[in-house]
């Protein structure tokens, strides 16, 4: 995952965000929410600027009340990208903070959901979330995959997917841009074992369903329609 777009518009981090609460889960500082009785629940793996975000609490919580139990891990023990710290070194954060510590982790996650009676899991990843995500999707460790802009990922990672997974593109993307995403449909829809999806977004850049400004109407309009497509995949399969 390269290129400085990956930390483009960060977003204001509100620990106190939501309506669900923080905690241990699966070892790692979690933000729940939902019912905690619920058999169904979505694994939040975020972009780089971490689970404080609040645009993506609001997706957690919104993805809740359709009856998911919804975790959102701390993937980066509390050293989310920080643009404003000085001297913050991009490159050096990345290399901190690999995605195949993410998958490890995620999948701890997993196995802490599934102790306590969930049965079906998916996951939405962001950016960075996006490719651990696809590494989980190449396991049965989950029932299906939503990835949203994701970071630089290969043909032989995408090779490597087992469940019905949907990609949310962005149509001005240049970490990912959107003809080698429409390339990977055309792979993934040619495997009749699984479904799959792919749909470019018009107009928007990396990142625009999680770091749009909420006063901003047309960019608010286009990133929740990206939340009911997510939501849609989620309810056809997670269940």
């Given at each position: 995952m390269s290129s400085s777009q990956c930390f483009e518009n960060p977003p204001k981090l509100n620990p106190d965000y939501g309506?669900?609460?923080v905690q241990e889960?699966?070892?790692?500082?979690?933000?729940?929410?939902?019912?905690?009785?619920?058999?169904?629940?979505?694994?939040?793996?975020?972009?780089?600027f971490g689970y404080e975000a609040p645009n993506l609490r609001k997706l957690a919580d919104k993805v809740a009340?359709?009856?998911?139990?919804?975790?959102?891990?701390?993937?980066?023990?509390?050293?989310?990208?920080?643009?404003?710290k000085p001297n913050f070194d991009?490159?050096?954060?990345?290399?901190?903070?690999?995605?195949?510590?993410?998958?490890e982790d995620a999948k701890l996650v997993i196995a802490a959901l599934k102790s306590q009676g969930v049965n079906s899991i998916g996951a939405a990843g962001f950016c960075w979330g996006g490719n651990v995500a696809v590494k989980l999707a190449?396991?049965?460790?989950?029932?299906?995959?939503?990835?949203?802009?994701?970071?630089?990922?290969?043909?032989?990672?995408?090779?490597?997917?087992?469940?019905?997974?949907?990609?949310?593109?962005?149509?001005n993307d240049h970490i990912f841009p959107a003809e080698h995403?429409?390339?990977?449909?055309?792979?993934?829809?040619a495997k009749s074992q699984f479904d799959s999806h792919v749909k470019i977004f018009p107009g928007v850049g990396h990142g625009w369903t999680v770091r749009y400004n909420v006063e901003d109407e047309p960019a608010v309009k286009i990133a929740e329609e990206a939340h009911r497509d997510m939501l849609h995949w989620f309810t056809k399969f997670v269940n």
């Open positions: 309506v669900g609460t889960f699966g070892g790692l500082k979690t933000y729940v929410t939902g019912p905690s009785d619920s058999k169904l629940a979505i694994l939040f793996i975020s972009d780089a009340a359709a009856g998911f139990f919804v975790v959102v891990p701390d993937f980066f023990y509390g050293d989310p990208a920080n643009l404003s991009r490159e050096a954060w990345k290399n901190a903070h690999p995605t195949d510590k993410g998958h190449s396991s049965n460790d989950i029932q299906a995959a939503v990835i949203l802009h994701p970071g630089k990922l290969t043909i032989d990672e995408i090779k490597e997917v087992k469940i019905p997974i949907s990609f949310l593109g962005a149509e995403l429409k390339e990977f449909g055309e792979f993934l829809s």
